[in-house]
């Protein structure tokens, strides 16, 4: 009965496998967002923007969303500072499979707040 019992827990552990790996999961992109206006009174709560960027390794894109539209614009810069991709909303999507290995940054810009981040490739 151990016997039975060992061999099925075997055989689970190894068509569950093959499943785990179907599904990939994005890189969350760490963004720093500092307001560009001056506070105003004494007590002022701290910037809050429901704003995340993913990149999927898979499918060599990366996707801002935000909770609803917001006007801003991203850019994407190379090592060199130059801009290799733009788009004028959020949310949006780029596809980097054009890029070359190395380092970017991405940068998010509203009238009031910039959010920048930094993408490593390594197709």
């Not at 980097?96 to 940068?107: F, I, K, N, R």
Request: proline share 5%; net charge negative; aromatic share 8%.
């Amino acid at each position: 009965m151990t016997r039975i019992i060992l061999l099925l827990t075997i055989l689970f552990g190894f068509t569950l496998s093959p499943l785990a790996d179907e599904g990939s999961t994005p890189t969350i992109i760490e963004l720093s967002i500092r307001g560009s206006g001056t506070p105003q009174g004494r007590h002022r709560m701290p910037m809050s923007i429901d704003l995340e960027a993913y990149y999927y390794d898979d499918a060599n894109s990366l996707v801002i969303v935000a909770n609803g539209d917001i006007d801003a614009s991203v850019a994407i810069y190379n090592q060199s500072d130059l801009m290799v991709d733009y788009s004028s909303t959020v949310p949006t999507s780029f596809d980097l499979s054009c890029l070359p290995a190395g380092t970017y940054t991405v940068v998010i810009e509203h009238d009031s707040w910039v959010a920048t981040g930094e993408l490593y490739l390594t197709h």
